[in-house]
């Protein structure tokens, strides 16, 4: 079996709604995500011969991916009222809205389903919110 992995990171708020603790209060972090390729040959022929992927392919959509929450306010579909987004967006504040709760678990499960419909040979997300602390999505 043959892999590859990647990382890049983002700056982002969010909060979690429904939460009893002091996640529930909108706060930050510097989000590292960690995406590994993995498959059994190497590619046969062409430019990528030798190769699980081309690193540049492969750093490029991920970063894609992180760059788009970079310095963003992410924010769970429908935590917030219709007037506060408003005035959010009003004042010029980047949102990034997402119809899940925005969770460690539920990011790296979302990077995992962005590479893969991308066409990758993803086999698994991290996705840090501290340096100590990390959820895992394998498909």
């Not at 030798?50 to 970063?63: E, N, P, S, T, W």
């Not at 967006?89 to 790296?108: H, Q």
């Amino acid at each position: 079996m043959y892999g590859l992995k990647t990382e890049s990171s983002f700056d982002a708020a969010h909060f979690l709604t429904d939460y009893h603790g002091k996640c529930e209060n909108l706060h930050g972090h510097r989000w590292r995500v960690v995406a590994y390729l993995e498959q059994e040959e190497l590619q046969a022929q062409g430019t990528h011969k030798d190769m699980v992927i081309d690193f540049a392919d492969f750093k490029g959509a991920l970063r894609d991916l992180t760059e788009a929450f970079d310095h963003s306010f992410v924010v769970e579909e429908g935590s917030l009222a219709p007037d506060t987004l408003v005035c959010l967006e009003r004042e010029g504040f980047s949102l990034s809205i997402v119809p899940f709760r925005t969770t460690a678990e539920n990011l790296a499960r979302y990077f995992y389903g962005k590479l893969a419909d991308a066409g990758f040979p993803v086999s698994q997300v991290d996705v840090y919110e501290t340096p100590n602390n990390c959820a895992i999505y394998r498909g």
